[in-house]
């Protein structure tokens, strides 16, 4: 069963750094995009960054030049290097992939989600 488990989410300081990673297991042929979201409080999923196989990215204008999104092919694995972090980054970050368990088989993956807190 191909499942994605993120890590490395916690509580930091307004100005601090954390480094979210998102690692793809089970029997995976190739990944296509792969997406962090976040969902605040009371608020809905919004796309934070993305990146493709090819290694194109977008981010989502309030962390742009804060936030860099990166992934190793060899690992199936998707980061979120995210710095100066504000109290309004605080949410569950979630992953999202296009997995491709075979050739031509395509679908979509959310992760469990890990909780960001950035508090003094």
Do not use: H
């Not at 949410?91 to 003094?120: H, I, K």
Request: hydrophobic content about 30%; glycine content about 10%; overall charge positive.
């Amino acid at each position: 069963q191909v499942q994605l488990v993120e890590s490395g989410g916690g509580l930091v300081q307004p100005g601090g750094s954390l480094r979210l990673s998102c690692k793809a297991s089970g029997s995976i042929f190739s990944i296509n995009t792969m997406r962090w979201y976040r969902q605040a409080p009371e608020k809905q999923r919004e796309l934070v960054a993305g990146i493709t196989s090819a290694g194109y990215t977008n981010y989502a204008d309030s962390v742009k030049g804060r936030f860099t999104v990166s992934r190793d092919d060899a690992k199936n694995t998707v980061y979120l290097q995210m710095n100066s972090l504000k109290p309004e980054d605080t949410a569950v970050y979630y992953c999202n992939a296009d997995l491709m368990p075979t050739r031509g088989v395509v679908f979509n993956s959310w992760g469990q989600g890990t909780q960001v807190t950035v508090s003094s």
